[in-house]
DNA sequence: ATCATTAGTATATTTTAGTAAACTATAGTA
DNA sequence: TACTATAGTTTACTAAAATATACTAATGAT
């Protein structure tokens, strides 16, 4: 039994899983993984979304120290976003994501255009 | 670009973020990595969940071909749910979220009562 | 003077997902 | 006769999440 932010688990992984309850939360992590990027950045690959979504997605993976935030005193503001150590840690996740959808696309999707 | 039942995706990680875009998915194959389940059983497992999500999101795990549903001729209604082999194979992803989840655990949480 | 830019916030509206509760069929049991 | 069990479905409702749109501050460019 884990604690947790006044939550309780049965099994660790549940807090992946809480943490993860949408789309938008893991593919942020993912895009992150090569680097660091600006909200604009982000927000374009990440269309549709809207910057009301975008931001609070981003608030909540600081709050889980997932990601790191850091402003530059600068006009027009610019906002880097960039993995913590723990946000780093979740690679091995995100490598077997890749993996697994590229079997999975292989063989129920088509591929054109590749490069 | 990779073509899906109508969707065109820029990368195949795409994929897996629409698939499970929310925490009930995953968890159902994590629940059905040790063996098959009977409805019931996993509903149990799931609390609180109602009985049209279950229903709902099993239906699309089926359409997705990540799990077996297996009708048996008895009264009262025996259904067991089981990962296909796609299903199978989400286990390396289902492994690193298990070990991402004890390490963040252990940083951020407190474990009570563990065996 | 006005436009463009960035990283958001504010407000109101719509969409979606999930809930609760009741119901189905079938057979066995009290 | 009524109750139990399972694996759902159906209906109506609600709460949460996402959307569209407009707005802000500060500066440089046209």
Redesign the pocket.
Known sequence: MIKLNGNTYQFSAEIFFEMF??R?KLMIIWYLSNGSM????LSNYLQ??????L?????QLEELHLIK?E?FAE???????TLSAHGQQLKPVIDEVVAWSQHYAKTFGQTINEE
């Open positions: 309850d949408d938008l600006r909200f604009k950045e549709p979304i809207t910057n009301k979504t931001s609070s997605k981003l608030k935030r402003v006009v027009p503001p610019r906002v880097e976003y």
